[in-house]
Every structure is written in C-alpha cells, then in structure tokens.
C-alpha cells in the first residue's frame, strides 16, 4: 500500500474563530485560545486514513527557537494520552479521503504565533513531513484551566470583547468621561500586539526563555507594562507632562489606540509622540484584551505620588496661597492605571483577580527611579529574578537605559496593606492611600498647616458593565476613610515599609535602608489627623463656584467666611489663582487679590471674586485646570487657614447624529456638529473622527479658521462593516483648544 499523502488542509478558520471569540479579528486566519479545542480538516491525495497502517504526528513551535524543554515545541499524535499540561489531538471524523481532527492547546501554553505540521508515518516505514501553516494562539478568560478564567460572561463581554469605553478625566468634583476606540480586533492590531512583545528587551537579549514565559500572564504584563511607555526607540508612546507638543500630538487630541498601534509599527517601531497617563493605560487595555487577557482601565482622582515611600505628600504653600512646586512629593488631579484579571500563584492564596498595571513612565531613567517612583529599574543588561516558579527562577532582562513597569499588584493587598508582596504594591497604595501635609514656606521656614488623612485617592472610577455609566470602586482599595479599619491598615503597610528598609533586597546594603523619621514637625501619632487650624482659630473658609466653569466666561466665586466664636474676628485673606497640569503641577499665578474682612460673633460673610476671562486664557494649561486658593490668618493667633478649590474649564460636546438605520455594508451618513466656544476667532482647526468597525481608519476633516462662537456641522459617508453595538468618537482641536469631544453609540444590524 502506497504511503499517505496529504494534498490540502482546512483550518476552519471562520468556525474555529467563532468558537473562540476571535471571528472579529478575522474569519479568515486562524486565531484560538488555549485550552479549548480546535478543529481542522486534512485532504489526501492519493487513499484514505486507515487507523493501524498510518500514523499522523502533530508539531507545533513557536519563537525563534522551539524547545520541547522550554514548552515552546510540542510533538503529539492521536494516539498519545495526553493530559491538562498536553498539547492533545483526536480523531474527530473519517471519510473516504479526509480526516476531522481536533485539536487543542493546554491553558498553560505560551500565546503567540504557531507553525503547525504534521508528520504522516505509513506502514512500510516512509515519513513525510508537511507544514500546514501558521495560526495563533489567545490567552482564554472562558477556560476554568487558564489563569485569566472570568467566571462572568458579562464581565468578559465587557472586558475581552468590548472595544469602546471611557476613561475618566476632570477632577473629584466634576468627573468627565473621555470617549476612547480600544480597537483591539480592528486589522493588524493582533499582529502589531504580538510585534510589540518581539520588541522588548526581554526577547531581544533571551528570545528563547521569552517565549517560553508567554503563558503566564504576571510575566506577559509586565512585559507589556515596559513596552507600552518609552523614552528610546522601542516602546509605542514617548510621555510629555510640560506645554510644548509641537513635534508630535497632544495627548489630549487622542481618542482611540488604533491610530497610535499604527503610527508605531509603520514608523519601524518608532515611539509615537505624546502620551499621558490615560493613553498610555488605554493602549495597554488594547494590547491586554487583544491577547486576550480581562482588562478594565480605572482612574484615581487626587492620586499620590510618594517619591520617598513614607505614605506622605507634602504640599507647599506660600504666605499669599500660591501653591509652590514640589520637586518630591505630588498630588495628581487624577491618573489613570489598567487592571488585569489573573491569578496570582506567586502570591499567598487569596491574593488573585484583579491586578494593578501602570505602563505610565514617571521619569526619565537616571538610576533613581527604584527610590524614587518605587519602579524596578536597573543599570546595565543583566538577569534579574522578577518571577518564580515551581519549577525553578526566570528570568527577566532589564534595559540599558532603565526599564519603567508597574505591577501587578493585587487591589485586594493594597486594601489590606500589604505592600510587601509582589509588585510594586507599596507605589500603588501611596496613590490611593497615602496621607498629606500642608506647609507654609515664608522667611526660609516651614510652618506645618494641617495634616489630612482622606485627601488622597477619591472616587476611583471605571466604566460600568455593559453601560455607559460610572461606577465607583474607591471601596476594592481602601476601607472608608475615617474609619479604625482604615487607619489600621495604613499603620501596618507604614510599618511593613519600615522593615522593608532594612531588610529590602536591592537597598539593604544603600544609606536609604536606614530607618527615617517622617519628616520634621510631623505629628507623632498617625492614628488621627491633626487639629485644623480652622478649629483653633474658630474661623471657616469656603470657595463656592456661582456660574458653571465654561470656558470663554468669566470665573465668578465666592469665598465664605464663617466665625463660630464668640468673638470677634479680624482676617486678613491672600486670595491666589493659577494653572495645574494634571499631574499637580503648579504654573505661575496669574491672579491674586488680598481681602479684610471683619467678622462678628458667628457672624457669616460673602466675598465676591471675579477671574475675566482675558486674565486666564493666556496663561491656561491644555488640562484646563485652575487652582484658586486663599490663606487666612486672624490678628489674635498664629495659625492660619488654608483653603483652596481645583476648577476644571469645560466646553460645549461635540454633537454626532446618525441619519439613517446603520446596516453591515451599507453607506451611512454621520453629522456631526460643533462649535467654537471662545470669543475670539481660532485657527488651524481639525476634527477627527473614528470608531471600530465603522471607519476602516481615522478621519480628518480640516476646518482652518473658526469665527468667535461659530456654530458648524459636517455630514460623513462611511460603510460599517461589522454589526453590533458601535460607537464614534470625535475631536476638535485648534490653536486655542486641543480637545472638545463627542462621542454616540450605534448598533449596526447584519440586514435591514
């Protein structure tokens, strides 16, 4: 009998997808999830199978360098056993001249791109070896084996599958959400996602133990936390926090990742200039769910960054209440992290779900960022031990330059303070936890204001499940400021802190090992907040907005002056107004106004304030955010009273309609309506417009000149080409403003 011939083979790729969830990356590759069967069919040319005489033999490789050791190889037959930790195949259907066969990957196996092959082995002895082809293998949240497995098919719907959502901007008063196109089954993104893991430095340096690490997915995200922020050549986002963009985009004009994952890989992996902290979490929640791995992008207003790791932030103060910048410490209006799903072996049980991933680079790589930002950077290319498993150490490459990755960290341990387990869980409770102190700096000393022990980590957000709300997740983070259990958990994270200087494995042996006071003039108990100085002197100050903050207007405020003595009272109030980047950076004051005000016993008195509009246009900063602060001081006492009020300048949205039924490939009109908010004319508009499976790419429309408050709108064409819920974001920017939005959800039907 003549040996097995195979002529064709059938991947089923448009079956297989949507068994697997991935029909909307394509229909016609192959794309599967491990741990979940896989079907194809085999065509021979010259006889059928016959079970006994033929024996057909299964290779799969992946990486440059397959190893049957390393798990990056596998050889299977129909015939083998297999096992959870197997690659396996069985016979599904025979017929005259083909084979059905199934196929399927352990939930441990590394994901990637595949070569698959077979070796057919006839009965007189003859081998033929044939390569079917290439397919790609997903993380899978539907399989209970993979470490990624989401119990909740709503929560995969809405953290695998949807590609849209919002990320929340503004400040703890007024929260706006930032429509966003992730994007991930838009063409070429997996290849992209899979591209940016070939570029790291890990795979760079160890190809072969890179690839052989894939299936975990605590290794997987931190590589791709490294990869997402970069300050050379290989990373997809440069970041930029100062006022001058010219050479690149303003991280505020951005309003999905596809473009950006583009711009990367056409430019030959070239960083993409600008990111800030919610494109650069926004570009990871599209790397995350492409590979397929349950990922939600959270915000965290009034977010600390503790650059010496004592859980406190220091804010400075001058004797007018101009807030002084603070090279150290900072309070961010608000900053923008990825959770991740997965469990966390490498953890004490209970320590799984969901895990903090911050890709944002806090600062250039100057050998500070480990004492600094809490960072794992190192000097030089050298092994070191970022994970461990039962079968031996990993390891993971660090750059030349300095590698900037964040996480995981498991949200339940930063609740429970227990920043001591993996990774970089102390950073991430500095942020959502961490006291501050406010200090007044005049005649070269420091005055200690008042300590404060809820202000940092306020209303931390994330876009609901299937809907388009908000939800507040402050309580996955903390226990309820103010409460004993609060305070416990601040106190034993403080100390484990403590311990850790000493016994710290990278600084044990450095002069910042040693214990450290908190600071000087600092409180000696943590278990509550120090006395305001607004209960010693017995006076309140309040800031109370009478208009809307539109931008264009002029500011109009109050300040609230209560005495709740029964004396008299004489104050004397610096009034300050100045420009905040969002990461609480301070720009120059461009207001000040001092005011006296009398106050009778338990008397209450109104102070008008007004900011024109032509006072602050020229000084404000693309994050619209205004600071206005006021120190009072009352002659009888030396205390003083700090009060101040973050207000953030918003514009009219960006009107979207759809005209029509939107139909799978059939043309739709959008109109979309905008206009110019400002007084005054402005220049080099442009309006930007996309959505995932609606437009094959960004659309940009050139407005050039806009008159003052001129009302506009423009119809667009487009064909959608996958059905579904939908949505289309869009951006006007000019020389004047840099992001008014929109955004409108549209379902797309198959057939009318």
Known sequence: MAGLELSATDFQSS????QHHTEEISSERLLVRRGQAFHITLYFRNRGFQPGLDNIIFVVETGLLPDLAKGTRAVFSMAGGGGPSLWMASLETRRASSLDVSLCAPPTAAVGRYLLKVHIDSVQGSVTAYQLGEFILLFNPWCPGDAVYLDSEPQRQEYVMNDYGFIYQGNKNWIRPCPWNYGQFEENIIDICLELLDKSLNFQVDPATDCALRGNPVYISRVVSAMINSNDDSGVLNGKWSEDYLDGINPAEWTGSVAILRQWHATGCQPVCYGQCWVFAAIMCTVMRCLGIP??????????????????IDEYYDNTGR????????????????????????????????????????ETSNGEALQKKGRTHFHGIRPCPYLTYSNGPS??????????CCGPASVRAIKEGEVDLNYDTAFVFSMVNADCVSWLVH???????HRDTNSVGNFISTKSIQSDDRDDITENYKYEEGSPQ???VFLKALQKLKIRRFEGP?????????????????????????????DVIQVSLKFQLLDPPNMGQDIRFVLLALNMSLQFKDLKVSLSAQSLLHDGSPLPPFWQDTAFITLCPEEAKTHPCQIPYSKYSQH??????????????????????????????????????????????????????FSNPLSEQVEDCVLTVEGSGLFKKQQRVLIGVFKPQHRASITLKTVPFKSGQRQIQANLRSNKFKDIKGYRNVYVDLTL
Request: with cysteine; aromatic share 8%; hydrophobic share 35%.
């Open 15 to 18: 079956w297989n997808n949507m």
């Open 620 to 673: 404000l900063s693309t994050d619209k955010l205004i600071h206005i602060s006021a120190l009072g001081e009352e002659k009888s006492s030396p205390e003083k009273i700090l009060v101040d009020k973050i207000i953030t300048l918003t514009y009219p949205a960006i009107v979207i309609n759809v005209l029509g039924a939107a139909i799978v490939n059939q043309p739709l009109s959008i109109q979309v309506i």
């Open 323 to 362: 807030i002084l910048e603070n090279k150290k410490d900072a309070v961010w209006n608000f900053h923008v992290w990825n959770e991740c799903w997965m469990a966390r072996k490498d953890l004490p049980p209970g320590y799984g779900g969901w895990q903090v991933l911050d890709a944002t680079p806090q």
């Open 443 to 449: 005649g070269g000393k420091e005055q200690r204001l």
């Open 506 to 534: 990278y600084q044990a042996n450095s002069p910042s090992s040693k214990p450290m006071p908190l600071s000087q003039n600092r409180p000696q108990s943590l278990h509550r907040p120090s006395l305001r100085p607004s």
């Open 486 to 488: 609060e305070r416990q």
């Open 395 to 404: 390891w993971l490459f660090c750059s030349p330059s300095g590698l900037y």
């Open 295 to 312: 990922t939600r992008v959270i915000t965290n207003f009034d977010s600390g960054h503790d650059t010496d790791g004592n859980l406190i």
